[in-house]
């Protein structure tokens, strides 16, 4: 069964407690929170301060996608919290190894991920070491964006990696423009998880919206 990673970026934040008693009752199995510092993306979103406050406002794996630079001088303030998994960009890295090790040696379980314009064979061999690869299929910065169609064939790519491995395999989560209407495609393309912001919360019911996302997989 797919699981589903409401972008909490879209919700209402003047009530995200509700926003995340909505997700519970969706059926969302994680909420997806896009860290942004003005930098390595143009967009300035939130902090840990944040995730703190929603780690007290559901019980949900809190999935942390960190669109900063220098990742590594930040993971412990994310994982002390509340994050369950933290996802890294490969552009931001300078030690993917040991970034991916210090969110292990935080307790978090760690993910990577890269813009739709990095090649893939950039965290080819770093697949192996992580419980998450992250597909971006818009430019990481905005939530609302249209779907890159090509990175379609990236998912695909990615599932044979994936497959490619032992046991114990990463899960392959997609991120952007993920609505309704596509996400049967995006799930036969090898999406093990969706995430989903405007797809949920530009929606009128939300939690009908989430249901429906649920029943896909
Ligand atoms: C983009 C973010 C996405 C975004 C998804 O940089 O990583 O998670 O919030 O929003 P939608 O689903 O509206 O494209
Ligand atoms: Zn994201």
Redesign the pocket.
């Given at each position: 069964m797919v699981k589903l990673s409401p972008?909490v970026?879209?919700a209402d934040f003047s009530n995200l407690s509700l926003v995340m008693d909505q997700c519970g009752e969706g059926g969302a199995s994680m909420i997806?929170v896009?860290v942004m510092d003005g930098h390595f993306?143009p967009n300035i979103t939130m902090g840990s301060v944040v995730v703190e406050g929603l780690r007290r406002a559901t019980d949900l794996p809190l999935d942390v996608?960190l669109?900063i630079e220098n990742p590594h001088q930040y993971i412990t303030d994310f994982a002390k919290a509340g994050s369950d998994m933290i996802t890294v960009h490969i552009e931001t890295c300078s030690d993917v190894k040991k970034v991916i090790q210090m969110i292990r040696d935080e307790g978090v379980k760690p993910g990577i991920t890269l813009r739709p314009s990095t090649p893939l064979n950039t965290i080819e061999e770093f697949v192996k070491d992580v419980d998450l690869v992250l597909v971006?299929t818009?430019e990481?910065?905005?939530?609302?964006?249209l779907f890159i169609t090509e990175m379609m064939e990236r998912i695909v790519a990615v599932r044979e990696l994936v497959d490619g491995l032992g046991e114990s395999r990463p899960d392959i989560s997609v991120?952007?423009?993920?609505k309704l209407h596509n996400a049967s495609e995006v799930v036969a393309a090898g999406a093990d998880i969706l995430?989903?912001?405007?797809?949920i919360f530009g929606t009128t019911d939300h939690v009908s919206t989430m249901k429906e996302f649920v029943k896909i997989g």
């Open positions: 972008s970026l879209a997806h896009d993306v996608h669109m971006m818009v990481p910065g905005f939530s609302g964006q991120d952007g423009d993920v995430v989903s912001g405007s797809g």
